[in-house]
T-cell receptor, first 112, second 113 residues
Framework: GAGVSQTPSNKVTEKGKYVELRCDPI?????LYWYRQSLGQGPEFLIY????????DSGLPNDRFFAVRPEGSVSTLKIQRTERGDSAMYLC??????????FGPGTRLTVL | GENVEQHPSTLSVQEGDSAVIKCTYS??????FPWYKQELGKGPQLIID?????GEKKDQRIAVTLNKTAKHFSLHITETQPEDSAVYFC????????????FGTGTRLKVLA
């Protein structure tokens, strides 16, 4: 597709459950990023992939959060034992270099 | 730590007037400054960016200025239109890597017809 796509657009889950959020970057973009955006705030960096490897995962809040990008294209953000505080918009972005990150529409996660 | 402050948090202007949003960053190593427009329920859209070796950049009705000495950068929108209404975010590249953006808290712009 022409832009970054994310699925699902909305995810409602119960506290303690496991969720997976998927990101399809722009074709050919080697860099992929995950951000989290709380209501009324700017996006906060979670993790950055260059190719298949996580070059920087310093933004992941704790070990319940994990992300993979096994073939250097699609990425999945995984959250174990979800908590109500995990509720937020999860944004994925991709870029072809060190600038110009292009964002997807996001996945709104609600933990009941 | 690295920080980006953005003002104002809300801004209302009459259609046709200009709008200015200002940001201040803390890390002198930041060298890339993008601006994003976010409409309700959508992801942020890159509208303009500037690198530290340039003082000003313009794209039709949108311009961005950068003062590296003062660590300030601003977004200027001229001849505002109702479709410019959205939340605007500034960002600065972080010291530990130009890929790690530090975002401001956003400005909700309302253009009144």
């Amino acid at each position: 597709g022409a832009g970054v796509s994310q699925t699902p657009s909305n995810k409602v889950t119960e506290k303690g459950k496991y969720v997976e959020l998927r990101c399809d970057p722009i074709s050919g973009h080697t860099a992929l990023y995950w951000y989290r955006q709380s209501l009324g705030q700017g996006p906060e960096f979670l993790i950055y992939f260059q190719g298949t490897g996580a070059a920087d995962d310093s933004g992941l809040p704790n070990d319940r959060f994990f992300a993979v990008r096994p073939e250097g294209s699609v990425s999945t953000l995984k959250i174990q034992r979800t908590e109500r505080g995990d509720s937020a918009m999860y944004l994925c972005a991709s870029s072809s270099g060190l600038g110009g990150q292009f964002f997807g529409p996001g996945t709104r996660l609600t933990v009941l | 730590g690295e920080n980006v402050e953005q003002h104002p948090s809300t801004l209302s202007v009459q259609e046709g007037d200009s709008a200015v949003i200002k940001c201040t960053y803390s890390d002198s190593a930041s060298n890339y400054f993008p601006w994003y427009k976010q409409e309700l329920g959508k992801g942020p859209q890159l509208i303009i960016d500037i690198r530290s070796n340039v003082g000003e950049k313009k794209d039709q009705r949108i311009a961005v200025t950068l003062n590296k000495t003062a660590k300030h950068f601003s977004l200027h929108i001229t001849e505002t239109q109702p479709e410019d209404s959205a939340v605007y975010f500034c960002a600065a590249s972080g010291a530990s890597g130009t890929y790690k953006y530090i975002f401001g808290t956003g400005t909700r712009l309302k253009v009144l017809a």
